[in-house]
């Protein structure tokens, strides 16, 4: 009993040296159980890290922007506003008196003008080569040119050819004429099978089988009528002059299936399409 009391005297006059070592020691408890758990942590986001690298993930679904994308491209390029007719705010409804004396109302623009023209037929106009017949004297050849400007070299015309030589047709200049060359002859002398022939001005080359000629359409003619002022109009060319309606256009091109014409005053162009019943 005597021991303890000493014990408990001693405890008393070292009680702070005492706790001062259990707050140490539960200090270092602390920082070594801190050190572990941080360790076990970090090897937790490294797998954590690792897992996610690692993983296949789905993709997200894809956006369908199309709509957005016609948005763009119609903004881009908005529509053509037309306010040709049959719109009235700028193209007011004409009253005209036709060729009996009654009136006629044009609603849509295509009873009086350029429009209201109608194209009755459209014929070509042929370039036409043929070997007529051979002898000694060479081969009778025939040419025509339907479409020249001139009316005297629309006729055919026959001259008497030799294999490579020229003769002179109608245009060129004095340094380029335009020629028609026979460069060769193919089969018997006497009785040949195909003529070679050249035009120098353009190089062109024209086969010509025996017995058929070579047919080449060079432009084209057209029969029209005004039927407003019952006007009929023949064998129009190209740049040829027409008068209707108080005004003058020219025809400023024939195609196999189109005429187009040009009003002199402000040169705007009106394109008419042969219809089926026009030949």
């Known amino acids: 009993m005597e021991k303890l009391k000493n014990l408990m005297a001693l405890a008393k006059q070292d009680f702070e040296k005492v706790l001062l070592v259990t707050v140490v020691l539960a200090l270092a408890l602390a920082v070594g159980l801190l050190y572990s758990f941080s360790g076990a942590e970090q090897e937790k986001a490294e797998n954590v890290r690792r897992e996610w ?3 296949k993930t789905k993709q997200p679904p894809a956006v369908d922007i199309a709509h957005y994308r016609n948005a763009l491209a119609s903004a881009q390029n908005p529509p053509v ?15 005209m008196r036709g060729p009996e004396g009654r009136f006629v109302v044009d609603r849509l623009g295509k009873s009086v003008g350029p429009e209201a023209l109608k194209i009755e037929s459209i014929r070509p106009l042929n370039r036409t080569l043929r ?3 051979a002898s000694p004297e060479g081969y009778l050849t025939e040419i025509t040119f339907e479409a020249s400007d001139r009316i005297a070299d629309r006729k055919a015309r026959q001259f008497t050819m030799k294999t490579d030589e020229k003769v002179r047709l109608s245009g060129g200049t004095a340094r380029n004429p335009n020629q028609l060359w026979l460069k060769a002859v193919k089969g018997k002398a006497e ?3 195909e003529f070679v022939f050249e035009i120098t001005e353009n190089k062109e080359s024209i086969v010509v089988p025996k ?7 060079e432009a084209f003619v057209a029969d029209m009528n005004y039927p407003a002022e ?3 109009y023949k064998n129009l060319r190209r740049d040829s002059a027409i008068v209707f ?15 187009v014409v040009s009003n002199r005053l402000n040169d705007k ?3 008419l399409k042969r219809t089926a019943t026009a030949k």
Do not use: C, M
Request: glycine residues 8%; proline residues 8%.
């Open 53 to 55: 690298s690692t993983r």
């Open 81 to 95: 506003v037309d306010l040709g007719l049959p719109h009235k705010l700028f193209n007011p409804v004409k009253w």
């Open 131 to 133: 070997v007529v017949s």
């Open 191 to 193: 009785d040949p099978d």
């Open 211 to 217: 017995g058929q000629p070579s047919v080449r359409a």
């Open 230 to 232: 019952n006007r009929q």
């Open 245 to 259: 309606g108080g005004e003058e256009y020219k025809i400023v091109d024939i195609s196999e299936n189109e005429v």
């Open 269 to 271: 162009k009106t394109r």
